[in-house]
């Protein structure tokens, strides 16, 4: 079946780096996302990977190797309010995406 | 502002009532989709609708049914809900296909759904 993995749970510091990997198994690939979740709130997108290596976005960035079926999204200068759960999703054919099952992050002071 | 418009955000139902949850984007999106978000398990698709006049199912159809409207709405139909059918409720739009950047689900605030 179309699986995803991802760690379920990451703590770090204020001011850290932290990296949250993701591995997939689908049919069809078209590429990698992320998005954050606040508790209670909806999801946003953070970031999309068709390519293999490094997208950067302001203080996250996005990795991708297709030959390794493995992405993960990394965040610098760590900052209280980005406590949250990130998801990574696969886009496969058949207009579809698929997540996993989410990484709460937690950033202490 | 544009985006993804979801009502209602809350309801409660009792075991075997009917109802519709309303989805409208102002995107310009040609698809379309609803997720269920249960504790731990992330976003599961309950049916999509790739453009508009199609519709199909995801991973978890059973005991929903939908209606793409038109281009911008695509609701989500509960004919008897019963108490596996709490959760909430996620609607979603993008522009498929996908390109090399950018491509992203915009989602709706979310309907959160009690069934007792």
């Known amino acids: 079946g179309q699986s995803l993995e991802q760690p379920s749970e990451v703590t770090a510091v204020e001011g850290a780096i932290v990296q949250i990997n993701c591995t997939y198994q689908t049919s069809g690939f078209y590429g990698l996302s992320w998005y954050q979740q606040h508790d209670g709130g909806a999801p946003t997108f953070l970031s999309y990977n068709a390519l293999d290596g490094l997208e950067e976005t302001g203080r996250f960035s996005s990795f991708l190797s297709r030959s390794d079926s493995y992405g993960y999204l990394l965040l610098q200068e760590l900052q209280m309010k980005d406590s949250a759960s990130y998801f990574c999703a696969a886009t496969t054919g058949g207009f579809k995406t698929i997540f996993g099952a989410g990484t709460r992050l937690f950033v202490k002071a | 502002n544009a985006g993804v418009t979801q009502t209602p955000k809350f309801q409660v139902l009792k075991t075997g009532q009917s109802m519709t949850l309303q989805c409208a984007q102002d995107?310009?999106?040609?698809?379309m989709y609803w997720y269920r978000q249960d504790p731990g398990m992330g976003l599961r698709l309950i049916y999509y609708s790739a453009s508009e006049g199609t519709t199909d199912k995801g991973e978890v159809p059973n005991g929903y049914n939908v209606s793409r409207l038109n281009k911008r709405e695509f609701s989500l139909r509960l004919e008897s809900a019963a108490p596996s059918q709490t959760s909430v409720y996620f609607c979603a739009s993008i522009d498929y296909p996908p390109g090399q950047s950018n491509y992203g689900y915009t989602f709706g605030s979310g309907t959160r759904l009690t069934v007792v």
């Open positions: 995107m310009n999106h040609n698809s």
